[in-house]
């Protein structure tokens, strides 16, 4: 069984500050890598006793390169690296896929207690919708999922995000919470070793479940709609294929689900 894993760093146990996810020079991004390597080791130990033999972990917050190779569970493949192109070349990691996992993901902008939300920036407050239904990273990532027919078996993160996924994707999906914000940056949070113990868990329990979960799809054409928080950043925005249609906002259509970052 192969098992794709999508790793986000916000909602990574311990994780808690904008600090520890934007500057890879500080301190404190360096203790989040290895708090998302814990995160992500206690995930794949899960799999394994839950029967995947073949586990690739891809490596998503910001620009990439936030793994730390001699952490690196030896039971999965990990896909990282600086200057990732979505998709290009590496299409057959995807097909035949079983299942896929979001690890460590957060609400959308807008989420009143999502703890570091946001949608894609996380300084510009950009929000993003598809089919008129407003939509965050989690389903961002379940919609390429479902471009390859994989569907999402388990979400981890935040008590916003678990509830964000599963309103999505549906009572198959299985949610490891591993924190409940009470503000953007402040929140209640389980120690990393518990949360550890829930991942370990919920994977084994999750791909069991595999059946009861289905891609997420939307009909095509997709349309989309991204808006910006002010006018000088829409104004700033170079378009690669979205219109503009009023100061704040651009419409785009897409053919594909795997195309539809690309406004």
Not at 28 to 33: P, T
Not at 93 to 120: C, E, S
Not at 225 to 246: I, M, Q
């Amino acid at each position: 069984m192969r098992v794709i894993v999508e790793t986000d760093l916000e909602g990574i146990s311990g994780v808690v500050s904008w600090e520890q996810t934007r500057e890879m020079s500080s301190a404190m991004y360096q203790s989040a890598r290895d708090l998302l390597m814990g995160d992500v080791n206690a995930l794949v130990e899960g799999l394994i006793a839950g029967g995947a033999d073949d586990i690739i972990v891809l490596d998503g917050h910001g620009g990439g390169f936030n793994f730390i190779p001699e952490r690196m569970h030896p039971g999965a493949r990990y896909f990282t690296g600086r200057n990732r192109r979505p998709f290009l070349g590496w299409e057959e990691l995807y097909q035949g896929a079983d299942a896929g996992i979001l690890l460590g993901y957060h609400a959308m902008a807008g989420t009143p207690d999502g703890m570091l939300r946001h949608t894609q920036s996380s300084m510009q407050g950009n929000r993003y919708w598809y089919n008129e239904c407003e939509s965050g990273e989690i389903a961002q990532d379940a919609l390429v999922f479902g471009h390859y027919d994989i569907p999402v078996i388990l979400v981890s993160g935040d008590h916003a995000a678990c509830r964000e996924a599963r309103a999505l994707l549906g009572d198959g999906l299985t949610t490891v919470e591993v924190k409940r914000g009470y503000g953007e940056e402040f929140g209640l949070l389980l120690a990393p070793e518990a949360a550890h113990d829930r991942l370990r868990e919920g994977a084994r329990q999750a791909l069991g479940r595999t059946s009861q979960c289905r891609p997420y799809r939307l009909e095509l054409p997709i349309r989309g709609r991204l808006r910006f928080p002010d006018k000088s950043v829409a104004d700033r925005f170079v378009p690669a294929r979205a219109t503009r249609v009023d100061d704040y906002t651009y419409d785009a259509s897409f053919d594909s689900a795997r195309d539809i970052y690309f406004f």
